[in-house]
C-alpha cells in the first residue's frame, strides 16, 4: 500500500460522472480542492464497499467545494452506471479494469473471489499539494472493521482543514 507522505501518482482514466461516461484526470481534481478521497473496491456491488460509499453519500462529501470524492473499482464502465443509478452515487466512478491505477498506488489484489488484477479495498486521501495525507486498506474485500477506512481518512481530513462530518457505515444497508 502506498506511503502516507509521499506524492500521489496522477492518472486519466475513464469514468462515469453525473450519468455521462467521461475521463477523470486526477490533476484537475487535485488543482481544484484542498483534498481528494480515493475510494478503491475490486468491484460494484460488494456490499461492504457500496456501504462505504452510501456513508459518504450520506455524509454529504460530495457536495463540497473543496473536497472531490472518487471511487474506483475494477469493473466496466457499464458496471459503473448499473452501479451509481442504483445507489444514486453522486461522485465519478472510474473503471480500473486492468488494474493499473490500483498498482500505482500498491493497492492491486493478487486475486480475490477468482478475479485478478484488480483494486483492492482501500481510502487514500491526497492533500491539495500532492501528498498522501491517509491511506488505509482491509485485508480482504468483505472485511468489516469498525471503525471503516472511510471513517477513519475523517481525521486526516480535518487536519487537511477540510471539515466533514463523519460517515456512518452500515454493513448491513439499506443503502
Known sequence: MIDTGVKAPDFIAPAVAGGTATELELFRLVDRHEAV????????????????FAAIRDAG???RADLAVVALTGDSLYAGFAYADQFDLPFPIVSDFHGGIAESYDLLADSWEGHSDIPRRAVVVIAGDWTVRFAEATTDALDRPAPSPVQNATAALHEIGVDVDRP????DGPW
Open 61 to 63: 462529501w460530495h457536495d
Open 37 to 52: 478521497v480515493l475510494c478503491f473496491a475490486p468491484a460494484t456491488f460488494v456490499p461492504t464497499c457500496t456501504a462505504a
Open 168 to 171: 456512518r457505515v452500515n454493513y
